[in-house]
């Protein structure tokens, strides 16, 4: 009630929830791209924002069962937000009975140490370059041992700019690099948008 008094008949944003278009569908179409950009959330209406987008997803992925992939970009950014880390550890625990992927992107790895999740058990995480204290401690949160969670930042910190490295189980067992091969018709969408320097840069 607290976060919603200001929307309320009277409060700061009366009118919020009476834009056209202001309530979310819960019928997706299948095979259809849905993005939900919040880089330019301002304060007052962050939590607001999280916790409906948060109810939404609970029922389209935990009660409507509808099988998805789910790509969460800047996840630190969620990680430190209540609903998020809640829906987070539920998409964690129930994903995979329902036909679900859950892709968690983050430069701050730390905040799955900080908020631990069933996220944090991940089948695979795919680690770029950081620092080896950093490295160390994503790997320790993750309940890999201290010897090989420092031998695994070692090799973490040592990669070269745009290689990554598979860390299988929750970051057990050995790291392994990986190639990726992007289908054509993502590499044809992405150009569509404008998106597709940063795969030329590389393969130059």
């Given at each position: ?162 290689v990554f490295m598979a860390s299988p189980s ?35």
């Open positions: 009630m607290a976060i919603l008094r200001p929307y309320q008949k009277g409060g700061l944003f009366e009118g919020f929830f009476d834009r056209p278009k202001a309530l979310l569908s819960m019928d997706f179409q299948k095979g259809a791209w849905y993005n939900f950009d919040l880089s330019t959330l301002r304060e007052e209406n962050r939590n607001i924002v999280h916790a409906v987008l948060a109810w939404f997803l609970y029922h389209i992925v935990t009660v409507g069962k509808n099988p998805m992939d789910i790509f969460i970009d800047e996840g630190w950014r969620l990680l430190r937000s209540g609903p998020f880390s809640d829906l987070l550890d539920e998409l964690g625990r129930r994903a995979r009975k329902r036909g679900i992927g859950v892709t968690l992107i983050t430069h701050l790895p730390q905040d799955l140490a900080k908020n631990p999740t069933s996220m944090s058990m991940a089948s695979t995480a795919l680690i770029g370059r950081m620092g080896p204290d950093e490295a160390f401690a994503f790997f320790r949160s993750m309940g890999v041992p201290e010897a090989e969670a420092r031998q695994n930042a070692e090799s973490v910190s040592r990669l070269a700019p745009r929750g970051g057990r067992g050995a790291l392994f690099p990986v190639q990726i091969t992007l289908p054509s018709t993502w590499l044809r969408f992405w150009e569509s948008l404008g998106n597709t320097m940063g795969f030329q840069e590389a393969g130059k």
